[in-house]
């Protein structure tokens, strides 16, 4: 409870309060509870003050200042506080929504769970704050500083971040959903598991930033600086690229497909808006499949334990030969027909490599995919496990090679060079045969049919 002498005082005004702190510097004043609603205390100083619980909805504090102050489970709804300084204070499950704090030194203050709905802080200085879980929804805050600030778990849903300074920043699983992040420095943040769903991160500067298992979808990306970055494991369905940076950027298992559908991935921002333009747009897809293309589809049921076999063939792929890994991971049952998809990438791909030791997913692609397909198609298959029963009927199709039999992933990646070797002889061969008019792509005179080969090779 407050101190009543400290009552007392306070209401004689902000120029005979701040007379006596001068006076009596090191008496620390105790307004803990208090009821101050509507307070008229501009340029007070409160530096040091107890206000934990105290009641100041509506009170004028502007320039005041509060420097250290406990103000743990304050309510200060609709109060200002424009350019005060907050340096260190303590805000814990603070109520400042609708509260005016631009220009505000809250410089290392706790806000850890501060509700902070709409609040303005357009250039506040929020440099190393604690707002872990601090709910800033619709908050302002452009042109502010929050420069190696902790914002783990905070909800900063549509909140203007435009030209904010977010270097360092923890975002670890902070909700930024349509939030606008323009022309914003995030140099070295990092945004692990942080949802921005539909932001704009245009013309900001993620250089070297932190984006692991990192939700954005329908993000913007316009000149958006990702210079270094780390962007691993992230979901980009619907994500809007244009002339971003990304020299240096490490980038892997881009899902480009919506959460409730089978994983997609691929291991560019940028190939990520294209491969997903291709599979959404048929007269683009034969455009495409007019030319030379790069990509090579791995289909398979990717388990934890098999990931090693995924990776060591993406980074093979991509790392050795120039060529780009579309994945198809059908780590979880397919929400609907997959044909259309399956036929589509298929028509994007130089060849395939089908993993068929997890039955259970495969086999009913591959039946879709050899019959409409001329395209190589490679299968690779543990050692000791038996091949499904209708795969016999797969080898009438001449594109589809022998089975690659291996014993561990590092058979899979010695192997790739050879197993490249069998596409592209395939492939040459797919070329001389004749086409549905009985003229060789190859030529008329030169008819030659792609080896045959029966599984159990290796």
């Known amino acids: 409870m407050a101190d009543i002498q400290d009552l007392e005082r306070l209401a004689k005004g902000t120029k005979a309060w701040n007379a006596w702190r001068k006076v009596d510097p090191d008496r620390q004043p105790d307004l803990r509870e208090a009821e101050l609603r509507n307070l008229e205390a501009e340029g007070i100083d409160f530096s040091d003050t107890l206000l934990s619980g105290a009641d100041l909805s509506g009170a004028d504090l502007s320039e005041a200042s509060l420097r250290t102050a406990d103000l743990s489970q304050a309510k200060l709804p609709n109060a200002v506080l424009r350019a005060a300084d907050l340096w260190k204070a303590k805000l814990k499950h603070a109520d400042l929504s609708g509260a005016n704090l631009g220009r505000a030194n809250l410089t290392g203050a706790e806000l850890l769970h501060a509700t902070m709905v709409g609040t303005q802080l357009s250039r506040a200085s929020l440099q190393g704050a604690i707002m872990t879980s601090a709910n800033l929804t619709r908050a302002?805050?452009?042109?502010?500083?929050?420069?190696?600030?902790?914002?783990?778990?905070?909800?900063?849903?549509?909140?203007?971040?435009?030209?904010?300074?977010?270097?360092?920043?923890?975002?670890?699983?902070?909700?930024?959903?349509?939030?606008?992040?323009?022309?914003?420095?995030?140099?070295?943040?990092?945004?692990?598991?942080?949802y921005l769903a539909e932001a704009n991160l245009s013309q900001s500067r993620l250089t070297e930033a932190e984006l692991k298992s990192t939700c954005l979808e329908r993000t913007l990306l316009l000149e958006t600086d990702l210079r270094g970055a780390t962007i691993h494991d992230c979901k980009v369905y619907g994500i809007s690229a244009w002339k971003p940076l990304l020299n240096g950027a490490k980038q892997a298992r881009l899902q480009i497909t919506p959460s409730d559908e089978t994983k997609l991935t691929v291991d560019s921002i940028e190939v990520a808006q294209f491969?997903?333009?291709?599979?959404?747009?048929?007269?683009?897809?034969?455009?495409?499949?007019?030319?030379?293309?790069?990509?090579?589809?791995?289909?398979?049921?990717?388990?934890?334990?098999?990931?090693?076999?995924?990776?060591?063939?993406?980074?093979?792929?991509?790392?050795?030969?120039?060529?780009?890994?579309?994945?198809?991971d059908f780590d979880r049952p397919a929400r609907s027909n997959l044909g259309e998809t399956i036929s589509r990438l298929s028509g994007l791909s130089r060849f395939i490599i089908a993993d068929i030791t997890q039955p259970r997913a495969v086999p009913a692609e591959l039946q879709i995919i050899a019959p409409s397909h001329r395209i190589p198609i490679i299968p690779i298959l543990q050692r000791g496990k038996p091949t499904y029963a209708l795969f016999s009927n797969l080898l009438t199709h001449t594109w589809v090679g022998e089975v690659f039999l291996y014993d561990t992933a590092q058979d899979v990646g010695n192997a790739l060079p050879e197993l490249i070797r069998r596409a592209e002889t395939i492939a040459e061969a797919i070329r001389r045969q004749p086409d549905r008019n009985g003229v060789p792509a190859g030529g008329p005179d030169d008819?030659?049919?792609?080896?045959r080969h029966e599984p159990g090779g290796g």
């Open 275 to 328: 491969i997903y333009l291709m599979l959404s747009s048929e007269r683009i897809s034969d455009i495409f499949n007019a030319t030379d293309t790069k990509g090579v589809l791995l289909l398979g049921r990717f388990t934890e334990k098999r990931k090693e076999i995924l990776e060591n063939l993406r980074n093979a792929l991509r790392n050795s030969y120039n060529l780009v890994p579309i994945v198809f």
């Open 447 to 451: 008819e030659d049919e792609p080896p």
């Open 140 to 194: 302002c805050l452009h042109d502010s500083d929050l420069s190696f600030a902790t914002l783990n778990e905070a909800l900063l849903v549509e909140a203007d971040l435009t030209r904010a300074k977010l270097e360092g920043a923890e975002l670890t699983q902070a909700g930024l959903t349509r939030a606008d992040l323009s022309q914003a420095n995030l140099h070295q943040s990092s945004l692990k598991q942080a």
